[in-house]
């Protein structure tokens, strides 16, 4: 059974009073991939939606959750999907998509039926999804790296070496309000986000993926001043309110996506923390 899990925001007043089980019960988001299910979790953080699809026998339908009280599930809202599996065909109203590893595909608002499916059971498809509500139709369109806007962060000397590739942006491709880009750690780096940072006008999610076995993350959350950690598993997503800062250590390198929505499409709107502020 497909599932969806609605949560509430929280206030930063709230979480500095959350121990170790309340605090993964609020933000992180584990089981996303389960075969032949479609799991989503709404948040109440502008309305954000993060989950996963997992087709193996046959096709997979992007549900739609009575909590959205919508005709269809993209009725006022759009979709961006990264798959993080084995190659996976993606039909969106007719049109079909084959979506290879770390390839993005927008699905635009008004699209009435979604579905997913892999190419070969034997190496199952996942397709990574998040949906921000969209005032707006713009055209469904798939974006590989060579489409991206690539950049290159961090250095060696501080463990923070990776690229971030801004694959569904609004330099690449129309939104309404959904953004969505990928970072991938270089062997040695294990810091993503560092200089950590905060962006009021928007909320954030990241999911980790290309952990190693037997190695773990340690994402950071919550107030600058005010921090909190939650240890985290290949293939699982967190949750960052407006007001919380993302960002994580590694046990090894890794990969996450990351994907946000809100005020604007502004990729640069972040406010800065000073490493040695931190507390
Ligand atoms: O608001 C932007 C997001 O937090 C990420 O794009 C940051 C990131 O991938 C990184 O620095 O490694
Ligand atoms: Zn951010």
């Known amino acids: 059974m497909n599932k969806f899990e609605s949560r509430y925001a929280q206030s930063p007043k709230e979480v500095k ?11 992180l988001i584990e089981n996303i991939f389960e075969a032949n299910e479609v799991n989503l979790t709404l948040s109440h953080f502008d309305r954000y939606i993060v989950g996963g ?15 959205l009280k919508a005709n269809y599930f993209l009725e006022r809202r759009e979709l961006g999907i990264i798959c993080v ?18 390839e993005a595909l927008y699905i635009g608002r008004g699209t009435k039926a979604v579905s997913f499916e892999s ?21 469904a369109k798939k974006v590989s790296k060579a489409e991206a806007e690539i950049v ?7 463990a923070n070496h990776r690229i971030i590739n801004k694959l569904l942006v609004n ?12 970072t991938e750690l270089k062997s040695g780096s294990v810091w993503n986000t560092m200089p950590a940072h905060t962006h009021d006008r928007r909320m954030e999610a990241y999911f980790y993926f290309e952990v190693p076995k037997g190695q773990s993350i340690c994402h ?12 985290m598993q290949n293939n699982e997503a967190v949750i960052s309110p407006n007001w919380s800062i ?13 994907g946000m929505a809100g005020e604007n499409l502004d990729y640069g709107d972040m406010d800065h923390c000073a490493i040695t502020e931190l507390r």
């Open 17 to 27: 009073q959350m121990d170790t089980a309340t605090l993964r019960e609020n933000f």
């Open 53 to 67: 699809a997992m087709p193996v026998d046959g096709k997979l339908d992007l549900p739609n959750p009575s909590d």
């Open 171 to 182: 330099s690449v491709l129309q939104t309404c309000q959904l953004q969505m880009g990928m």
């Open 119 to 139: 190419v070969d059971k034997n190496q199952p498809a996942k397709l990574y999804i998040n949906s921000a509500p969209a005032h707006k139709a713009y055209p």
């Open 220 to 231: 950071f959350m919550g107030e600058p001043q005010e921090t909190r950690h939650v240890w």
């Open 246 to 258: 993302h960002a994580g250590a590694g046990t090894s390198n890794y990969t996450f996506i990351w």
């Open 152 to 158: 290159e962060m961090g250095s060696p000397e501080t």
């Open 85 to 102: 599996g084995g190659k996976a065909i993606v039909t969106a109203d007719g049109q079909k998509f084959e979506l290879d590893y770390k």
